[in-house]
């Protein structure tokens, strides 16, 4: 079956403006996960839902970055008033189930934002 | 709070050797551990996934071992190729999602 997808690949937009950016999990994963990528390091977690709820945004670096997830599937993360920043790549993943041991997560090839 | 560590940050070596790259991490209360490939500009492709139960894992020529208790996993690469020239990742799952290392960038030269 398909993976993880996500849409745009890539987005460059102005310093301000407001930016969506869309996951699709792979079918049947209840848990969905976005993280962030910075050049040069690691993924980090940003926000992740189980079902159609947040069970934890800590990883949220401020209120201008927001996620829904409405019907359990799709999800999409909506970044306001972007700024330099926020340039980096915005990787999505999803797993069979988070509360598990075995909660392996398959990521997508992720959405390089730049923001002139 | 997890901090995950990795090294060497980057890593060449003749085509055919044999290699091993580590990852440490500081909390040993975790659930699993995984390790991953990413191919620059792309997304973050599964290795192995072992569980805090287990020791070690392997598929193909990749082996990951997991001593939880010392807080560290390696990852041992046989007969390396020049295909396997990318950025290895290793993450930690506590009670919090992924915690990943910055990556250990390998080449393998023909």
């Given amino acids: 079956g398909a993976g993880v997808s996500q849409t745009p690949s890539n987005k460059v937009t102005e310093k301000g403006k407001y930016v969506e950016l869309r996951c699709d999990p792979i079918s ?14 690691g993924p980090e977690f940003l926000i992740y839902f189980q079902g ?5 945004d800590s990883g949220l670096p401020n209120d201008r970055f ?5 019907e359990g599937s799709v999800s ?41 | 709070k997890q901090e995950v560590t990795q090294i060497p940050a980057a890593l060449s070596v003749p085509e055919g050797e044999n290699l091993v790259l580590n990852c440490s991490f500081t909390d040993s ?33 990749l ?9 560290r996993s390696t990852l041992y690469i046989a007969a390396s190729q020049p295909g396997d020239s990318a950025t290895y990742l290793c993450a930690v799952k506590g ?16």
């Avoid at chain 1, 927001?66 to 409405?70: D, G, L, M, S």
């Avoid at chain 1, 915005?90 to 390089?112: H, I, V």
């Avoid at chain 2, 975790?30 to 598929?59: A, M, V």
């Avoid at chain 2, 082996?63 to 807080?71: I, M």
């Fill in chain 1, 52 to 56: 159609t709820g947040a069970a934890d």
């Fill in chain 1, 28 to 41: 049947g994963h209840t848990a969905l996960y976005w993280y962030r990528q910075s050049l040069g390091q």
């Fill in chain 2, 29 to 61: 209360a975790i659930y699993n551990l995984q390790w991953f490939r990413q191919d620059p500009g792309k997304g973050l492709t599964s290795l192995l996934l072992i569980q805090s139960s287990q020791r070690e894992q392997t598929s193909g020529r």
């Fill in chain 1, 76 to 116: 999409t993360l909506k970044i306001q008033r972007t700024e330099r920043g926020d340039s980096a790549v915005y990787l999505c993943a999803s797993s069979l189930m988070s509360a598990s041991d075995y909660n392996e997560q398959f990521f997508g090839p992720g959405t390089r934002l730049t923001v002139l």
């Fill in chain 1, 66 to 70: 927001f996620a829904v997830r409405p």
């Fill in chain 2, 95 to 110: 009670n919090t999602p992924l915690v990943f290392g910055k990556g250990t960038r390998l080449s393998v030269i023909a």
């Fill in chain 2, 63 to 71: 082996n990951a071992s997991l001593d939880k208790s010392s807080g």
